[in-house]
């Protein structure tokens, strides 16, 4: 497939169950030729692997921090490049520390992502990767940052969202940008945030690649039309799910079924309990990619509360499921969700506007059949991932071969 035939995907822990999308983004590149290895800083807790897809995923992945943790080789993955060229060495050091959010905790943490880094390109190199790509802009790509420093493997990233953008200087997020091949943006929202911190010089290289996801696995009917909600995600606040909760209370018709887990499950289930709402509203944990597609189709209408959003890739599946989906006016979601055709946007962490979108909604099987077609036929038309995996092809292939590609989009020119 020419020079990138061999690449590399790198994240914090991969895979997992709230990042499922990472992983058919990977198995999409491979189906189209890429040689594709994958790495993760951390081994996923067993928890957080749902199915055999994803267990078989995690043991063919390459975990830099159990490989760093071993003396022996962590000192001879930096001596290796501090011999083959001491000015790089030192000027990926120099790196390291220039790019250290203040404090003597971050300068540890930073001087850890640089031993890493050595790590990762020994593995790289011995594995004859040619390029590094990175999801989520934070630590892992910090150490994708300071790996290319070390070895000259060029590295890329996607860029999603909103946390980084609460803190870009921690994070260098200008320095990532301006240091990377090519930076893969989720949305036009998210495009315009990584402009507001890099120099415009680098503007040019930051493309609009959607996360899509498959139509085929989810049906594409219609539903019947009725009053069953679905949450899909993970149980923390920035969901917005005590908002959530409280409309359920002020809507007695309605049930809800959440999937998914985390750090406010046990808070959530009490709140549920103390509304009186465990007749009405089921926890079931994490679930498959195969059982959430299921669900999908069993339920009338998603629900999606957050107080900040990248682009969801839930809401895609929802609406790739022709399910009428219920969301927030947040960052990139109104380029997905049309309001009043695909589904209803309101305003995060208003009780009142969620509650009446979901009983009027709920109430109207008509208008929930009309969204739903509507729907899919958005994800059809600019999320499906054999399209966005095609686009991100192009991107590796064209940088790689001297054909950078100056458009936002595939046959849209940036201005």
């Known amino acids: 497939m020419g020079a990138l035939s061999h690449i590399a995907y790198l994240t914090g822990e991969y895979p997992r169950a709230t990042d499922t999308f990472i992983q058919r983004e990977v198995a999409a590149l491979r189906a189209l030729g890429h040689d594709v290895s994958t790495c993760s800083i951390r081994r996923t807790g067993a928890a957080h692997l749902v199915g055999a897809e994803q267990r078989a995923e995690a043991a063919r992945t390459f975990h830099v921090l159990e490989a760093a943790k071993k003396p022996l080789h962590l000192l001879r ?84 969202g909103p946390d980084i953008f609460f803190a870009p200087d921690r994070w260098a997020l200008g320095e990532k940008v301006a240091r990377a091949r090519f930076v893969a943006c ?13 120099p415009p010089e680098a503007w040019e290289k930051l493309h609009i690649v959607h996360c899509g996801v498959d139509p085929d696995r989810y049906g594409g009917t219609p539903g019947a039309g009725g009053n069953k909600l679905l949450f899909v995600g993970r149980l923390a606040a920035v969901k917005g799910l005590p908002v959530l909760l409280q409309a359920m209370q002020a809507a007695p018709d309605l049930t809800l079924d959440i999937i998914g887990d ?17 007749a009405r509203v089921r926890f079931l944990g ?33 609406m790739a499921a022709a399910r009428p989906v219920v969301t927030t006016r947040i960052a990139g979601v109104p380029e997905l969700v049309k309001d009043g055709a695909s589904g209803l946007l309101v305003p995060p962490g208003d009780i009142a506007a969620l509650t009446e979108a ?40 064209g940088y790689a071969e001297g054909r950078a590609s100056f458009a936002l989009r595939p046959a849209e020119d940036a201005p």
């Open 186 to 198: 989720i949305s036009h929202f998210c495009r315009s945030q990584a402009m507001s911190f890099s």
């Open 262 to 278: 985390g750090p406010d499950r046990a808070a959530l289930e009490a709140q549920a309990q103390g509304l009186g709402l465990s």
């Open 77 to 160: 993955c930096h001596l290796t490049y501090l011999r083959r060229d001491p000015r790089r060495y030192g000027r990926a050091m120099a790196l390291a520390l220039r790019t250290a959010p203040g404090g003597l905790r971050a300068l540890a943490y930073q001087l850890f992502y640089f031993a890493e880094a050595a790590v990762l390109a020994d593995h790289l190199e011995a594995q004859g990767v040619t390029h590094l790509h990175n999801h989520i802009a934070k630590s892992s790509c910090t150490v994708a940052m300071l790996m290319s420093e070390l070895s000259g493997i060029p590295f890329s990233f996607t860029l999603h």
């Open 358 to 397: 979901l009983v009027r909604l709920a109430s109207d099987p008509e208008r929930q059949k009309a969204m739903g077609t509507e729907g899919r036929a958005k994800i059809l038309a600019e999320f499906t991932l054999s399209q966005e995996a095609g686009w991100l092809s192009q991107l590796f292939e």
């Open 286 to 318: 994490y679930k498959s990619q195969s059982e959430v597609a299921e669900a999908l189709i069993e339920n009338d209408i998603f629900v999606l509360p957050s107080f900040a959003e990248g682009v969801p890739v839930v809401l895609m599946e929802a």
